[in-house]
């Protein structure tokens, strides 16, 4: 499978939009701030089980999810940091760092764009990368298209959180390193080695650019 899911498929996912969004951009630029990138947001990972692993992969993924469950079950944190995130997406984001003791367990990072939005979770396991479980959001219209600009357009459709496309990706690591992918819009066949090879290369530096982040003042 050729491309790569991430950051990329909301960079991309606005770009193909982009013609379509910016028509209506100067007559309905009013609305835009009416409506706040946080009014809605992907719900985040809590107290759930993973998906069921493939009975091959059974035990190498019995720990990662065992340590997903356990940190998710987490309901008193010692330390939670946020960071904004500039310049990655249309509008902005934010990171959230979550501490037990000293120790660092659990990264969230939310990208926010006109025509979609994404979350990204990011897991640990004795300090390193365990889980990465990635959703993106396409939204039916851009945010800021509401009641009426749809009726100004003649169209059937405002914007509505709930009619979005969405994609989840399941990422697996085995002593920090990308071993196995889960999509839900692939066809079932089996990533190629070099694909995830370049999937962990890049999910590693975004990694270590939220860590950057953490340690910005």
């Not at 209506?24 to 692993?53: L, P, Q």
């Not at 944190?77 to 003791?101: D, M, N, V």
């Not at 990368?129 to 396409?138: A, I, T």
């Not at 390193?177 to 692939?186: E, G, T, Y």
Request: proline residues 1%; charged residues 30%.
């Amino acid at each position: 499978m050729k491309g790569r899911y991430g950051l990329g498929i909301l960079i991309l996912l606005v770009f193909i939009n982009f013609g379509y969004a910016k028509s209506f951009n100067d007559e309905f630029s009013g609305h835009a701030g009416k409506i706040k990138k946080d009014t809605v947001k992907i719900k985040a990972a809590s107290h759930e089980d993973d998906i069921a692993a493939n009975e091959y992969l059974k035990d190498r993924l019995k720990p990662i999810q065992t340590n997903f469950k356990r940190i998710n079950s987490i309901t008193k944190w010692t330390s939670i940091q946020k960071k904004s995130i500039e310049g990655e997406s249309a509008e902005g984001g934010e990171a959230t760092f979550f501490f037990k003791g000293k120790h660092l367990k659990k990264v969230l990072a939310r990208h926010y764009g006109e025509m979609g939005q994404a979350l990204i979770e990011y897991y640990l396991l004795n300090g390193q990368l365990s889980f990465v479980f990635q959703k993106d959001y396409k939204y039916n219209r851009p945010m800021f298209y509401d009641v009426k600009a749809m009726k100004e357009n003649n169209d059937t459709e405002a914007f509505d959180f709930k009619k979005s496309e969405i994609m989840e990706t399941r990422n697996y690591f085995e002593k920090g390193h990308l071993f196995h992918i889960v999509n839900s819009q692939d066809c079932g066949a089996p990533f190629s080695g070099e694909y995830i090879a370049e999937e962990d290369k890049s999910m590693q530096e975004d990694f270590k650019r939220l860590m950057k982040l953490l340690k910005e003042k």
